[in-house]
């Protein structure tokens, strides 16, 4: 149901960023994803619950050895509905209390989206001997795999 996605920056005030100001921390915006979807063949849920599993939303801030606000974890709705199911699950998250500590992911609205340079698109799959990636990333997206296959086209 995924059509595309895209890295990119969000969540800020600068117009047009670039990854040099956003790794700076002085944009307010995240390093982010656009998803392009068929909510006919993937629910928007079901896309959160994915997001939850693939980060720890515990961590102000902060990503592994990432820290700044642009790696902080945020969930931009586009609209009411996205907003109430984004909500719902996060208290439901809460309730459950999966990671030991309290979710402070941040739920805001989508104010605009500037795609990353290109040398950002697909970076993982185009620099896996990369050390961060081979020995960050790699394990995340092999258990990520693992975890979903039923959701992985062939």
């Known amino acids: 149901g995924v059509q595309a996605v895209v890295s990119g920056y969000a969540g800020g005030d600068l117009p047009n960023p670039t990854y040099a100001q956003v790794c700076g921390g002085n944009t307010g915006h995240a390093e982010v994803i656009s998803v392009t979807f068929s909510p006919e063949q993937i629910s928007y849920r079901d ?11 515990t961590t102000l801030n902060r990503q592994g050895a990432d820290v700044g606000t642009q790696y902080r974890s945020i969930i931009l709705y586009h609209d009411e509905q996205q907003r109430q199911t984004a909500a719902d699950l996060l208290a439901e998250l809460a309730d459950a209390n999966l990671w030991g500590n309290p979710i402070v992911t941040e739920l805001a609205p989508f104010t605009g989206f500037y ?9 993982f799959r185009q620099n896996q001997d990369q050390p961060y990636c081979a020995m960050v990333v790699a394990p995340k997206v092999a258990k990520f795999r693992k975890q979903f296959s039923h959701l992985l086209k062939g």
């Not at 896309?47 to 939303?57: E, I, K, N, T, V």
């Not at 795609?115 to 697909?122: F, S, V």
Request: no cysteine.
């Open 47 to 57: 896309l959160l619950g994915l997001f939850f599993s693939s980060h720890d939303p």
């Open 115 to 123: 795609a990353a340079e290109t040398y950002h698109q697909g970076y």
